[in-house]
């Protein structure tokens, strides 16, 4: 079995993506936090560029990456939330947080290693056109994703209505 140079730089990202994941999520400091997210959805995006979806790799940019940014303005510049966040973590929700990620790992090496994957099932150098992806976007059926597109819409709505809210507190 040989590395190529595209498996290489795939394993570089990943781990990329997993270790800005944790800091993301045990960094105390909001901004700090934020921050490596952007960087998680950076490293979303250039996988993307791995696997020829040049479109949805620029949608991930604009999109999510431009999101984080107005998390930046309403969430934490308005908020002034630079203090440390830490909290004292019980002994009970840290046996549980552990509990859960055990269990979490366990079902993801079990859906990889009961699964067939067919390798290379994407044909490289192969780009989709523009309409067949925004008719995927837009669509109501099986492997279409107007609905996932709409809620996580009304998700990034609700984080800058939340932020805002936050803001206005004092």
Known sequence: MEINLQEIVFYVVAAFIAVCSVLAVTTGRL???????????FGTAAIYG?????????????????????LYVFSILLTRSDKDMRDKISKPKLVSVVLTTLVGCALILFLIFTNGFVLD??????????????????????????????????LLLACMIGGVLIARKR
């Open 50 to 70: 791995l696997l020829g979806y040049t479109f949805l790799g620029a949608v991930q940019l604009m999109v999510y990456a431009g999101g984080i940014v107005v």
């Open 121 to 154: 099932a994407i044909p490289q150098g192969v780009e989709l056109n523009v309409k067949e992806i925004g008719m995927a976007l837009i669509g109501g059926d099986k492997y279409e994703y107007v609905l996932p597109f709409e809620l996580l819409s009304v």
């Open 31 to 41: 901004l700090r936090a934020a921050t490596y997210l952007l960087f998680v959805l």
